[in-house]
């Protein structure tokens, strides 16, 4: 215990003797701890999604691809049609469940006494089969689910939603709403909200049976229609599954249940199949091109961890540098300690201790910081995390983490500061921080730099990537046009709604469509057939579909080069005419002139093709311009209103004046298109809110251990500065001598820096479809950054060393 007390006075002296040092090392290792503990939560939160099951391992998803004519995937889908649940549990006995689910937004109201009192659009309802409850952990807090799910017109509420509704302590089993103006149905049972965790977060629990009512769905329907890739559907197997055996039978599944024919091309295996996906990878592992809710992405978890591993290794770098730094200064106490009988061990022990004492000191700090920032990091990734040291042995894990960081940081100076000689360094003599330690200090200087340098390049690339985004022409114009949902109690008034709307001089244009601009292209028939002489020709051209109506290019300002837009004066445009855009006709071999008047048969309608729309980008630019045919009708589910940018206000009001004429049951909703299109971007966008903010620490760090460094070896030389002095040698001779060797680093840790930076950024710009150069301008603009950094860092003591007195230096020699 005594040989402690004195390790931990020793250590404590150590600290007060050489302040600046300390405070360096400790502000380094606190802000790095800090980053990495943020780091830490934030990885720990998003591996842990869906694994709050208890048999989390043993439950599938069931995903769905496309396949083109020349046997390529053109679309995955996360949903299968209905007809596949019932008939995987029949033919797999691997599976103990499965079950479907049918995700649909509804208005919901709850009417007391005649009155309505309350009304949502709902986007989070779901059919779902009762044998849910067999498969996921969903608590039941009020009613009796499983019974509730069995029977038809019954539903289950979360807890938030029962509280929205009804009230706090208010119970919500018995009570009736109202779904879609259309069926009532009785609330049985309430369940806990899902946690954050989970890929999907339903407030609302339909009875599946509901759907077997013709009205809603149908039974018949749901047995049959191998087209509506709308219902997720979840496998629980009787133990872990080997994937790759179950998916190989899966061909022979389709075939049996879907196939026509002995005719090989009419295999369904030929253009489609089948997928297992574990539940506990669908938050970081899928990305497919339909989902319950956005994901997350592995590569940004891989990418914050060594982030997080990279500040933690610069700031026990600073350690490392400035400890062998110093080592020449503890030579004595080094060379009497052993002449009084110390042993190495216990020297290095010592050396040790002070450095895990460092550590423990960083961490105090690192932690205050880290509640600072906490509620800031929750913000930014939209989360909830907490950072509860006592629960699930946080803090146990920050005390090892903390013990590992300080021997990291401080094995090294440890072991060369207690191998030094008491003969030589008593005799006059020192073992200097040359040679192998000084050139290890070079490394570790380079190494430091090159990160920081990396993650500048890192955030220069994504901010010129951001703003190409922005700036892109898309091929129709997105600003100044609100988005509003379509619903089916316009559909004999729409035209006066939209007589209305057009009353007002600020909205210009109203149009309908299937989809809108910043959303997937998921709809298909598959291939055309187009004439070719006298008869219709296979394409192989697999065409994604859209329904609009003839005001949706002018809403959009989408030009057409070539034939014209739909015509309300041409009757048999409204089911025989269609129009394709140009990478639809470039893919078929033939100019936009060439097809205009072409007969055409797409799915089972055979028309003509009346106009040629010039490409524009419907989807994000990670998506290629892919071929589209657009037609009308025969139902819509969006309206798009292009508005004046002068009196947007105005417009909007008016607009919501008429929705509540019109649709008086209905909230009042409606998007910007700009906005939307921005939220295609938000994870880039966060991206590179990171990078800048990493980067700078990263940099802030090292240029810390650049300032003691110099600080040092300046003091170091003090003596040799005055000598020069005295002899004639200029202020600025002196800087440069002093700055040129630390420049020189710079240089390499950009040299080490630009092939890793370049192979990133490519793999990331990958990602896009439509991309910016990798431009070495930005690599050369990080080369300036850090060197102005590091002479900035470098010249504050470099000029003050340069600027004193040698009288004052030299006065004891």
Same mark, same amino acid.
């Given at each position: 215990m005594d040989m402690l007390l004195n390790y931990l006075k020793v250590a404590v002296r150590s600290l007060f003797r050489s302040k600046l040092t300390a405070f360096i090392n400790i502000a380094g290792l606190a802000s790095a701890m800090a980053c990495s503990l943020l780091i830490a939560l934030f990885i720990r939160d998003e591996i842990s999604y869906d694994r709050y099951h208890s048999k989390a391992d043993r439950i599938y998803r069931v995903t769905r691809n496309f396949l083109s004519p020349d046997g390529t995937a053109n679309l995955h889908l996360g949903h299968l049609a209905p007809p596949f649940g019932p008939l995987l549990k029949n033919d797999f006995t691997e599976f103990e469940e499965v079950i479907r689910t049918l995700r649909t937004g509804l208005l919901v109201a709850w009417e007391k006494d005649g009155e309505r @009192?309350? &009304?949502?659009?709902?986007? $989070?309802?779901?059919?779902?089969?009762?044998?849910?409850? $067999?498969?996921?952990?969903?608590? @039941? *807090?009020?009613?009796d689910g499983p019974k509730t799910l069995s029977q038809p017109f019954q539903l289950m509420i979360s807890e938030k939603t029962a509280a929205r509704y009804f009230g706090e302590g208010e119970s919500a089993v018995g009570k009736t709403l109202r779904l879609a103006n259309a069926f009532d149905v009785a609330v049985g049972g309430v369940f806990k909200d899902f946690p954050a965790q989970s890929h999907w977060h339903p407030d609302f629990f339909l009875s599946f049976s509901t759907l077997n009512d013709p009205n809603i769905y149908g039974k018949e329907r749901l047995e049959t229609n191998w087209g509506n890739n709308a219902f997720s559907t979840y496998v629980l197997a009787t133990e872990p599954l080997d994937i790759a055996r179950i998916e190989s039978q899966f061909p022979a599944f389709l075939d049996r249940h879907m196939g026509s024919g002995e005719a090989e091309a009419s295999k369904p295996s030929t253009w489609t199949n089948l997928f297992l996906q574990k539940l506990t990878d669908i938050h970081l592992h899928s990305h497919l091109d339909s989902e319950i809710e956005a994901n997350g992405n592995i590569n940004n978890v891989y990418m914050m961890g060594v982030i997080g591993i990279f500040i933690i290794l610069? &700031?026990?770098? $600073?350690?490392? $540098?400035?400890? *062998?730094?110093? &080592? *020449?200064? +503890? &030579?004595?106490?080094?060379?009497? +300690?052993? @002449?009084?009988?110390?042993?190495?061990?216990?020297l290095i022990w010592q050396y040790l201790g002070e450095s895990i004492l460092i550590a423990f000191l960083s961490l105090i700090l690192a932690v205050g910081v880290a509640y600072v920032a906490l509620p800031w990091l929750n913000t930014f990734t939209n989360k909830q995390m907490t950072l509860a040291l006592v629960e699930n042995g946080i803090g146990l894990y920050l005390i090892a983490f903390t013990c590992v960081t300080g021997i990291l940081a401080g094995i090294y100076p440890a072991f060369v500061i207690s191998s030094f000689r008491p003969s030589a360094i008593l005799k006059g003599g020192h073992q200097g921080s040359t040679g192998s330690r000084g050139t290890l200090r070079k490394v570790l200087v380079v190494t430091q730099f090159s990160i920081g340098i990396v993650l500048i390049i890192a955030t220069f690339v994504t901010y010129r990537q951001l703003q190409f985004i922005n700036n892109r022409d898309l091929g129709y114009v997105k600003d100044q046009v609100v988005q509003a949902p379509l619903f089916n109690e316009l559909t004999e008034s729409y035209e006066a709604f939209r007589n209305e709307l057009l009353k007002h001089s600020s909205i210009s244009s109203v149009g309908r469509s299937s989809r809108v601009p910043t959303t997937r292209l998921l709809d298909s028939q598959g291939p055309a057939q187009i004439q070719k002489g006298d008869s219709l020709a296979n394409t192989e051209v697999v065409l994604k579909n859209i329904s609009v109506d003839h005001h949706f290019f002018e809403?959009?300002?989408?030009?057409?080069?070539a034939g014209r837009n739909f015509s309300e004066d041409i009757k048999t445009d409204d089911s025989l005419a269609f129009i394709l855009n140009e990478s639809a006709v470039k893919m078929m071999n033939l100019t936009s002139v060439e097809v205009v008047g072409r007969d055409i048969k797409y799915g089972e309608v055979k028309g003509r093709i009346i106009g040629v729309v010039r490409d524009f980008h419907f989807e994000s630019l990670h998506e290629p311009i892919v071929p589209v045919i657009f037609h009308q009708g025969p139902t819509y589910g969006n309206m798009s209103l292009r508005v004046a940018a002068a009196n947007i206000k105005d417009a909007i009001n008016h607009f919501e004046k008429v929705w509540k004429e019109f649709l008086p049951d209905r909230p009042f909703q409606y998007t910007f298109i700009s906005e939307r299109y921005a939220q295609l971007y938000a994870g880039e966008q966060k991206q590179g809110q990171l990078f800048v903010v990493f980067s700078l620490l990263a940099i802030a760090i090292a240029s810390l251990g650049l300032f003691g460094l110099a600080t040092f070896n300046t003091i170091q030389r003090i003596k040799e500065i005055g000598i020069r002095k005295v002899l004639g040698a200029s202020v600025g001779n002196i800087v440069s001598l002093l700055s040129k060797e630390m420049l020189i680093l710079i240089l390499i840790a950009n040299l080490v820096a630009w092939p890793i930076a370049w192979y990133f950024t490519n793999e990331w710009l990958g990602t896009f479809a439509y991309r910016i150069p990798n431009d070495p301008l930005l690599y050369i603009l990080a080369a300036i950054a850090a060197i102005c950094v590091a002479l900035l860092t470098v010249g504050t003591q470099t000029l003050k060393a340069a600027l004193s007195n040698p009288a004052e230096t030299l006065r004891n020699e």
């Amino acid at each position: 215990m005594d040989m402690l007390l004195n390790y931990l006075k020793v250590a404590v002296r150590s600290l007060f003797r050489s302040k600046l040092t300390a405070f360096i090392n400790i502000a380094g290792l606190a802000s790095a701890m800090a980053c990495s503990l943020l780091i830490a939560l934030f990885i720990r939160d998003e591996i842990s999604y869906d694994r709050y099951h208890s048999k989390a391992d043993r439950i599938y998803r069931v995903t769905r691809n496309f396949l083109s004519p020349d046997g390529t995937a053109n679309l995955h889908l996360g949903h299968l049609a209905p007809p596949f649940g019932p008939l995987l549990k029949n033919d797999f006995t691997e599976f103990e469940e499965v079950i479907r689910t049918l995700r649909t937004g509804l208005l919901v109201a709850w009417e007391k006494d005649g009155e309505r @009192v309350k &009304a949502f659009n709902e986007p $989070n309802c779901f059919f779902v089969e009762h044998a849910i409850f $067999n498969v996921f952990d969903i608590k @039941v *807090t009020e009613g009796d689910g499983p019974k509730t799910l069995s029977q038809p017109f019954q539903l289950m509420i979360s807890e938030k939603t029962a509280a929205r509704y009804f009230g706090e302590g208010e119970s919500a089993v018995g009570k009736t709403l109202r779904l879609a103006n259309a069926f009532d149905v009785a609330v049985g049972g309430v369940f806990k909200d899902f946690p954050a965790q989970s890929h999907w977060h339903p407030d609302f629990f339909l009875s599946f049976s509901t759907l077997n009512d013709p009205n809603i769905y149908g039974k018949e329907r749901l047995e049959t229609n191998w087209g509506n890739n709308a219902f997720s559907t979840y496998v629980l197997a009787t133990e872990p599954l080997d994937i790759a055996r179950i998916e190989s039978q899966f061909p022979a599944f389709l075939d049996r249940h879907m196939g026509s024919g002995e005719a090989e091309a009419s295999k369904p295996s030929t253009w489609t199949n089948l997928f297992l996906q574990k539940l506990t990878d669908i938050h970081l592992h899928s990305h497919l091109d339909s989902e319950i809710e956005a994901n997350g992405n592995i590569n940004n978890v891989y990418m914050m961890g060594v982030i997080g591993i990279f500040i933690i290794l610069i &700031a026990c770098f $600073n350690f490392i $540098n400035l400890s *062998t730094a110093r &080592a *020449t200064k +503890r &030579a004595k106490e080094v060379g009497l +300690r052993k @002449v009084v009988g110390a042993f190495r061990a216990q020297l290095i022990w010592q050396y040790l201790g002070e450095s895990i004492l460092i550590a423990f000191l960083s961490l105090i700090l690192a932690v205050g910081v880290a509640y600072v920032a906490l509620p800031w990091l929750n913000t930014f990734t939209n989360k909830q995390m907490t950072l509860a040291l006592v629960e699930n042995g946080i803090g146990l894990y920050l005390i090892a983490f903390t013990c590992v960081t300080g021997i990291l940081a401080g094995i090294y100076p440890a072991f060369v500061i207690s191998s030094f000689r008491p003969s030589a360094i008593l005799k006059g003599g020192h073992q200097g921080s040359t040679g192998s330690r000084g050139t290890l200090r070079k490394v570790l200087v380079v190494t430091q730099f090159s990160i920081g340098i990396v993650l500048i390049i890192a955030t220069f690339v994504t901010y010129r990537q951001l703003q190409f985004i922005n700036n892109r022409d898309l091929g129709y114009v997105k600003d100044q046009v609100v988005q509003a949902p379509l619903f089916n109690e316009l559909t004999e008034s729409y035209e006066a709604f939209r007589n209305e709307l057009l009353k007002h001089s600020s909205i210009s244009s109203v149009g309908r469509s299937s989809r809108v601009p910043t959303t997937r292209l998921l709809d298909s028939q598959g291939p055309a057939q187009i004439q070719k002489g006298d008869s219709l020709a296979n394409t192989e051209v697999v065409l994604k579909n859209i329904s609009v109506d003839h005001h949706f290019f002018e809403t959009y300002q989408i030009p057409l080069v070539a034939g014209r837009n739909f015509s309300e004066d041409i009757k048999t445009d409204d089911s025989l005419a269609f129009i394709l855009n140009e990478s639809a006709v470039k893919m078929m071999n033939l100019t936009s002139v060439e097809v205009v008047g072409r007969d055409i048969k797409y799915g089972e309608v055979k028309g003509r093709i009346i106009g040629v729309v010039r490409d524009f980008h419907f989807e994000s630019l990670h998506e290629p311009i892919v071929p589209v045919i657009f037609h009308q009708g025969p139902t819509y589910g969006n309206m798009s209103l292009r508005v004046a940018a002068a009196n947007i206000k105005d417009a909007i009001n008016h607009f919501e004046k008429v929705w509540k004429e019109f649709l008086p049951d209905r909230p009042f909703q409606y998007t910007f298109i700009s906005e939307r299109y921005a939220q295609l971007y938000a994870g880039e966008q966060k991206q590179g809110q990171l990078f800048v903010v990493f980067s700078l620490l990263a940099i802030a760090i090292a240029s810390l251990g650049l300032f003691g460094l110099a600080t040092f070896n300046t003091i170091q030389r003090i003596k040799e500065i005055g000598i020069r002095k005295v002899l004639g040698a200029s202020v600025g001779n002196i800087v440069s001598l002093l700055s040129k060797e630390m420049l020189i680093l710079i240089l390499i840790a950009n040299l080490v820096a630009w092939p890793i930076a370049w192979y990133f950024t490519n793999e990331w710009l990958g990602t896009f479809a439509y991309r910016i150069p990798n431009d070495p301008l930005l690599y050369i603009l990080a080369a300036i950054a850090a060197i102005c950094v590091a002479l900035l860092t470098v010249g504050t003591q470099t000029l003050k060393a340069a600027l004193s007195n040698p009288a004052e230096t030299l006065r004891n020699e």
